[in-house]
């Protein structure tokens, strides 16, 4: 048997960031109880999961509010999502998945995370992902 045709995929490690503990106690004040800087924010989050600019917008301005929840050993963007979404069992036990902090909302990827890969910045979009500029 020849393995001279095998293709072994090449896996990465991509930084999987999520919003801060911090962040979802003022989400979960809204809307009474907020300033005025958290309420734009907290509308920016709310705006940001029918809108993929104000996710990208709370991002670049406010991320702050992010940090790094785990890194994750994968080939692709698309495997990334897989194993870090709770299908069977808790996301976080995976073998390929590292937890990195415990101050992150560890739900299941959705639209408004982060995926930083190789200097590329992505976001969760409705359909997909989409690379942010700086």
């Not at 992010?66 to 299908?87: G, Q």
């Amino acid at each position: 048997m020849s393995y001279s045709n095998l293709v072994i995929p090449t896996t990465k490690t991509f930084e999987v960031y999520r919003h801060t503990n911090e962040f979802m106690d003022i989400y979960s004040k809204y809307p009474s109880g907020l300033t005025e800087a958290e309420e734009k924010i907290v509308n920016l989050k709310r705006l940001g999961s029918i809108s993929i600019d104000a996710a990208i917008e709370l991002w670049r301005e406010h991320n702050q509010y992010f940090e790094i929840a785990a890194k994750v050993i994968a080939t692709d963007i698309d495997e990334v999502f897989t194993l870090t979404n709770s299908i069977n069992h808790f996301w976080g036990d995976n073998e390929q998945v590292e937890l990195i902090s415990e101050n992150t909302f560890n739900s299941s990827t959705s639209i408004g995370d982060v995926i930083i890969v190789e200097g590329r910045t992505l976001i969760c979009a409705c359909a997909g992902w989409q690379d942010i500029t700086f």
